[in-house]
């Protein structure tokens, strides 16, 4: 029978790299009938929102999506369409695999490490107070009377809340997939120093719940100390498990240490729905210009059919990528080569 997947995808580069993964999954032999769902500014005048509910019930349906990258406007215009999806599915843990391939040019050969970021909370959330409006004043008036903090009227605040029950949620998640996964070693990642209530409890949990696995090593570290370590000597890290905004940054760090944003998959998973997608954006620099690599929504792919149970499907695609990359004949710009989205992608189906 064939699998039900939600296709989403998205704008800049989202729809030229989801229709390589498409093509190379349809190539594969694995049956998937795509129930494809638009997203983003662009269905803003028909559906009235960037993410509409029939995208969420489509997702909620399938339990499985493969998303492309939705563009964000900076500073206005609508919340993300990904903190929304996020939040609306409660995709909890975002996991971000970094592994290097050989062939593909790096200063870190041997890097394997996967990141594992916290998904609702954090500086995410969206509990925000614009300078100069009544609620802020409000606020302002609460913290000076209640705790003696005088912020000028025209400070922005963002508050950062994290729970108890999403740190141990994050936190059991990590371990978990880290002992399913034969992986040796879980590294928090905080400034507990400076935050003492958020990260704070962040941090304690993780040494609480890593004495539940003793199988697996726990370090801790100030994540300006993760920052240099990562680019020193990355092959030392194995999970890294970090609060939403870190997860952000260091994310985008990893990929860097494996050859790039074109190459780094990703998966949002929650308990009841997974959504598939690279950790780049939708690059409107490069967009609709068949430039885009789609190796990162290709490898998303590949671990999509092994959440799905197509083992064999995935090993021959992942296969057929890391042929692909050591062949150093069909590589995209951006991995210093001159080939197109199109280019790659028929090499990778040849290899298939
Ligand atoms: P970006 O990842 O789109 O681009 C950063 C740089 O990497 C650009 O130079 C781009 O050309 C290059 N790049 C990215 N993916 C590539 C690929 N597959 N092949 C070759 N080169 C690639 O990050 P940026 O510019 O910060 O974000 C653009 C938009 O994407 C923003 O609106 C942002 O909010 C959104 N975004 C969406 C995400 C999602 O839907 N999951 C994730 C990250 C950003």
Not at 55 to 80: D, H, Q, W
Not at 166 to 182: H, Q
Not at 282 to 308: C, E, F, Q, T, Y
């Amino acid at each position: 029978m064939a699998h039900q997947i939600t296709l989403i995808p998205g704008d800049g580069i989202g729809p030229e790299v989801t229709d390589a993964a498409v093509e190379v999954i349809n190539a594969s032999g694995v049956d998937v009938d795509w129930d494809v769902q638009h997203a983003g500014k662009a269905v803003i005048d028909t559906d009235g929102s960037p993410m509409p509910g029939r995208v969420i019930e489509s997702i909620r349906r399938n339990k499985v999506a493969l998303k492309g990258p939705v563009t964000t406007p900076v500073g206005y215009g609508f919340r993300s369409v990904n903190v929304t999806l996020r939040t609306e599915l409660d995709l909890y843990a975002l996991l971000r695999p970094c592994r290097h391939y050989p062939g593909v040019r790096t200063r870190h050969p041997g890097t394997d490490l996967v990141v594992v970021r916290e998904n609702t909370e954090d500086l995410y959330a969206g509990v925000e107070f614009e300078a100069f409006s009544v609620e802020n004043q409000k606020l302002r008036d609460y913290l000076r009377f209640f705790r003696g903090y005088h912020l000028t009227p025209d400070t922005g605040i963002t508050v950062k809340p994290i729970s108890l029950s999403a740190t141990r949620r994050i936190v059991r998640f990590a371990f978990e997939y880290s002992k399913r996964e034969g992986r040796k070693k879980v590294t928090v990642g905080h400034k507990a120093n400076i935050m003492k209530f958020s990260d704070g409890p962040f941090v304690q949990i993780a040494r609480e719940i890593a004495q539940e696995f003793p199988e697996i090593d726990f370090d801790e570290m100030q994540l300006d100390e993760l920052a240099f370590w990562l680019v020193s000597d990355p092959q030392e890290m194995d999970v890294l498990l970090l609060p939403n905004l870190y997860g952000d940054i260091i994310s985008d760090l990893c990929a860097g240490l494996i050859g790039g944003l074109g190459v780094a998959p990703g998966v949002n998973l929650g308990d009841t729905a997974a959504v598939f997608e690279p950790t780049h954006g939708s690059a409107p620099d490069i967009a609709g210009k068949g430039l885009a690599n789609p190796a990162g929504i290709l490898l998303s792919g590949v671990m999509m059919l092994r959440h799905i149970g197509e083992h064999e499907a995935a090993n021959r695609i992942e296969s057929s990528i890391a042929a692909v990359f050591f062949s150093g004949e069909h590589l995209t710009g951006d991995l210093g080569g001159s080939a197109g989205t199109a280019d790659f992608t028929r090499a990778v189906i040849a290899r298939i």
